[in-house]
């Protein structure tokens, strides 16, 4: 009996090798989204060493000096190092402050982005699962909160609750999670109907088990496709309410902060300030979205 069952565990282990190698063989048929998730990885690991590749923490307010203020592209500053993208109005090292933003921004847009992900699986399984009346009660909160843009519900939330990553990581939370829960109610619906959940209920097996177990992983090739869309939604989203000055503070400079106060001196002529972040946040935005529409089209076999 052991040995049959390190046989099967052997078989599920090459069945799933394989899937994760065709899916991986689709994927790779566009040169477009390769280069697209290569940037990607770049970057994330970049921000993830940014104490070591950057010559400055922007974040350090005893290391700025007001000398070093709009220093243009190329210049030397007091600290003896060259601002190889200039420096904003507070002395930062601009480079410095885009990799520190960058993995502030992504890191708010990830935390954010899986919380909203799973509370909203649950809630669309659980409402698909249920059914009657619990599954009109959620699924109308849902619907209700679709109804306003997610732009002023993070901007009645931040503006209550303060600035702060706490506070605009709950904000994008309740402004994304709407999303995934209609997503994961209409996928398990279609699913809820088939043979095999019918044969899971008639054993029976307990609703949890049957929801993790059986529902979810049918519903979980459209999840990552909208997860992946809406985690750039959410970084921009992050970077707009900064950019408004209602996210993270000054002191923590986010790319949307930094678009912010370059944006003040954009008519002096000092547009490095502005364009340099606001690039990148443009070129993080693109890869994540041909990641997104790459993994749509090889998730879907409609598609195909």
């Known amino acids: 009996m052991s040995r049959r069952a390190t046989q099967q565990s052997d078989a599920r282990k090459a069945r799933q090798a394989n899937y994760i190698r065709m899916l991986w063989r689709d994927f790779a048929r566009s040169k477009l989204a390769v280069l697209a998730l290569a940037v990607l990885v770049a970057i994330m690991l970049g921000a993830l060493a940014a104490p070591w590749i950057t010559p400055q923490n922007p974040y350090d307010q005893a290391l700025l000096n007001l000398a070093d203020a709009r220093l243009v592209p190329g210049s030397t500053g007091s600290g003896g190092y060259v601002h190889m993208l200039g420096t904003d109005a507070d002395g930062r090292d601009l480079y410095s402050a885009i990799v520190y933003g960058v993995r502030l921004s992504l890191g708010i847009g990830?935390?954010?982005?899986?919380?909203?992900?799973?509370a909203g699986t649950l809630?669309?399984?659980?409402?698909?699962?249920?059914?009657?009346?619990?599954?009109?009660?959620?699924?109308?909160?849902v619907d209700l909160q679709l109804s306003f843009p997610p732009l002023m519900l993070a901007l009645v939330l931040v503006a209550a609750l303060g600035q702060g990553k706490f506070q605009?990581?709950?904000a994008l939370v309740a402004a994304q999670y709407a999303y995934f829960a209609r997503t994961v109610h209409g996928a398990a619906l279609a699913e809820r109907q088939k043979e095999y959940i019918e044969a899971a209920a008639a054993i029976p097996l307990p609703p949890l088990r049957i929801a993790l177990g059986h529902l979810l992983p049918n519903v979980f090739?459209?999840?990552?496709?909208?997860?992946?869309?809406?985690?750039?939604?959410?970084?921009?989203?992050?970077?707009?309410?900064?950019?408004?000055g209602v996210g993270l503070p000054m002191t923590e400079p986010s790319l949307g902060s930094l678009i912010l106060r370059g944006f003040e001196y954009m008519q002096s002529g000092r547009i490095w300030m502005s364009v340099y972040p606001g690039a990148t946040l443009v070129v993080i935005m693109l890869a994540i979205n041909l990641v997104g529409d790459q993994l749509r089209e090889v998730l879907n076999p409609r598609l195909k």
Do not use: N
């Open 110 to 118: 990830l935390v954010a982005g899986i919380v909203a992900l799973v």
């Open 123 to 141: 809630l669309g399984l659980l409402a698909a699962l249920r059914g009657g009346l619990v599954e009109a009660a959620i699924m109308r909160v």
């Open 168 to 170: 605009v990581i709950v």
């Open 221 to 244: 090739p459209p999840l990552i496709v909208v997860g992946t869309i809406h985690i750039a939604s959410t970084i921009v989203l992050e970077a707009t309410l900064s950019f408004l």
